[in-house]
DNA sequence: AATATTTTGCAACAAAGTTGCATTGTTGTA
DNA sequence: TACAACAATGCAACTTTGTTGCAAAATATT
């Protein structure tokens, strides 16, 4: 796997780092979305805070993981497939948030309807965020 | 406006005060979706900072104001339609948020499509958050 | 009008995010 | 492998954002 890592850190011509490595291997083994908050929790005795921040920034620009909008101020994010190239996401998925757990899914079976705009509306990113119960919390 | 103002607080048993006048009136006026943010810049001289989150809490939970999730860690609020009842919210329209202006629409015309989830995940609510320029920014 | 109830402002705090700069780590080249 | 050039990190200081308790003020109820 840190092959796996590594290889996808020199595509995007970042430099190879412990922080960085570390980052992206938390994505690969949770599956999930992360916040920066959950990422802070699990290595923060590791890295330093604003490492965390500027991990991130880094990734969403290079098109690494892209963003998943919130109602709860704490945006998520999310491995990008390999078609995402830097500054130009296609993450036409839906996600889903389960309001027990948290956790916050990849759905990549369901592909996000195209949507007819009013004229003058101009759609770049388009987000289908569910929120429900997930399949571990339902009873 | 005033009378269909207060009409909406007491039709929702809240009791009618300068703070929640003012701010149900700043959405009526733009129109639009406000940031917790927008509404401090426009009235920070009226209200404390803190009656802007506790009135944005109540209209949240009294179904007059809904949310709409973003990725930039800056929650909008928009006014329900009127079948919005308290702890339910009905609003199956689309959102669109402006990148150039940052204005964000409730697009009524548009209506949510219906999504099939894998076993297991129960949908309580649905965003459709569409990002891109907006008929007034477009060249 | 008087009392009970709710809302507000203030203060103090906690959490989240940002910036500049010195230090450390990484990369490419000799 | 060692060196220089460059990039990333940690730290400190700071700003912004969000929370909580409580006394004072406003609103509602009778």
Redesign the interface.
């Known amino acids: 796997m840190q092959a796996k890592i590594t290889e996808i850190l020199r595509k995007h011509q970042l430099s190879i780092t412990e922080a960085r490595k570390k980052i992206l291997s938390l994505f690969w083994e949770t599956g999930n979305a992360l916040a920066h908050g959950d990422i802070e929790q699990k290595s923060s005795e590791d890295f330093d805070r604003v490492t965390i921040y500027r991990t991130l920034q880094t990734f969403v620009e290079k098109g690494i993981i892209h963003?998943?909008?919130?109602?709860?101020?704490?945006?998520r994010y999310a491995l990008c497939k390999d078609e995402c190239a830097a500054g130009h996401h296609h993450d036409d998925h839906?996600h889903?948030i389960c309001?027990d757990c948290g956790t916050t899914?990849c759905?990549d079976?369901?592909s996000?309807?195209k949507?007819?705009?009013?004229?003058?509306?101009?759609?770049?990113?388009?987000?289908?965020?569910?929120?429900?119960?997930?399949?571990?919390c339902?009873q």
């Open positions: 963003t998943i909008p919130t109602s709860d101020n704490s945006v839906v889903f309001d899914y759905i079976e369901v996000v309807p949507v007819k705009l009013p004229k003058g509306f101009n759609a770049v990113q388009t987000d289908l965020v569910i929120s429900g119960t997930c399949n571990k339902e």
